[in-house]
Structures are given as C-alpha cells and as structure tokens.
C-alpha cells in the first residue's frame, strides 16, 4: 500500500499567514493527489485535485502543487474560518490512502 | 441540489450484521462511481470500497474484503453497502461519496455512525 505522510501533524498560525502543508507519497504517484478540508462535526470538502486544480468554489487562497512524491497544500492568507482538519489523499493505486491529517489552528 | 444521503447506522453486536444505504439526487446517478469512505472515532479518513457506475466492477480495502458488499440500483440511485461479521475496528462514520472523474470524491453525505459493541 501507499504510505502518504502529512507534516506538520498540526500547526498554529495567524490571520493573514502563509500556511503550507507537505505530503509524501511513499513511492510515485504521479499527480493523482487530493486535498481535503474537514471542520468538526461534518464531512470533508473537496478543495485541491490532480495535486493543482482548484475545485469550483474553493477560495483562490488555497493552492496545489506537487507531482511524484512530494506535495504541498498552500494557504497564501489563513483567514478565521480555515480552521480544521486537512487530508492529502492518492488515488493512484488502490487501495486509496489519506495521510494522517494536518490540524490547523488560528492564534 | 446535488447531494448524497446516509442512512442504516447504528448499534451492532461483534459478528453482526448492518445494511447502509445512500440516496443520491440532484445528478446522474448512473454516470458516477460512488465510494464508502469511513472514519473512526477521533481517528483521520480511510477508503473502504469503490463501485464502477453500472456496478461490475467493485474494489475493497484488504480489512473489510469478504466481509463488506458494495452494490447500486441506478434504477433507484441508491448505494448500499452490506456489513457482515463486523469487529469493534469498524466502529466508525460512514461516509457515502460520489467520485468526479473516477479519481476523487467531489460530493460526501454527513455520514451514518456504525458502533460495533457489546
């Protein structure tokens, strides 16, 4: 199986920072790589596939990038409501693995 | 509205069994694969299986295979997924999905909780 690795495991930051979060795929995976955003209580959102393109909807602050082994999910201005849970997800090879989660929280 | 809703959750004995269902509307059912997506209590997502849209083709994490089934009736837009021997390990939310493109779940239902206790 795929092993997908996200870092940091959590982080804090403030309103108006850059976040970035890594993922790493334990061998290529080309670009079929996913970015989920999950708040308490409900069920994930779609934001980032095929590693960069945006899904509809999804703010303009939130970007992709990646291809192989190594990926990165960017908030290019943390805003209030962008606490929560995000989840790097392959769908290279079944079976479909997520990485652990990377919890985002505003100072 | 496009969406997918869960229902058939709940308390089951080890060894149990439980039927899920998922109701789709607001899309061509029948275009889509569709997965089960799940998540432990305070633990991060796992994939659980996938179905092709006219429903032969059928794929499994190692854990459940054997003792879950997948189906659909597009005549119905439903998706089911049949739980036989259930362990303590598969308590969880269940997560109906619908997959874009075959390669990732654009629409997610607010889930249906599966506790396996005795």
């Known amino acids: 199986d795929i092993q997908m690795t996200q870092s940091p495991s959590s982080l804090s930051a403030s309103v108006g920072d850059r976040v970035t979060i890594t993922c790493r795929a334990s061998?290529?995976?080309?670009?079929?790589l996913n970015w989920y955003q999950q708040k308490p209580g409900t069920a994930p959102n779609l934001l980032i596939y095929a590693a960069s393109t945006l899904q509809s909807g999804v703010p303009s602050r939130f970007s992709g990038s990646g291809s192989g082994t190594d990926f990165t999910l960017t908030i290019s201005s943390l805003q209030p409501e962008d606490s929560a849970t995000y989840y790097c997800?392959?769908?290279?090879?079944?079976?479909?693995?997520f990485g652990q989660g990377t919890k985002v929280e505003i100072k | 509205e496009v969406q997918v809703v869960e229902s058939g959750g709940g308390l089951v004995q080890p060894g149990g069994s439980l039927r899920l269902s998922c109701a789709a509307s607001g899309f061509t059912f029948s275009n889509y694969w569709m997965s089960w997506v799940r998540q432990g209590p305070g633990k991060g997502l796992e994939w659980v299986a996938n179905?092709?849209?006219?429903?032969?083709?059928?794929f499994y994490v190692d854990s459940v295979k054997g003792r879950f089934t997948i189906s659909r009736d597009n005549a119905q837009n439903s998706l089911s997924l049949q739980m036989n021997s259930l362990r303590a390990e598969d308590t969880a939310i269940y997560y109906c999905?619908?997959?874009?493109?075959?390669?990732?779940?654009?629409?997610w239902g607010r889930g249906t909780q599966v506790t396996v206790s005795s």
């Open positions: 999905a619908r997959l874009f493109s075959r390669w990732y779940f654009d629409v």
């Open positions: 061998q290529s995976i080309s670009s079929y």
């Open positions: 997800q392959q769908s290279y090879i079944i079976p479909w693995t």
């Open positions: 179905i092709e849209n006219g429903g032969a083709e059928k």
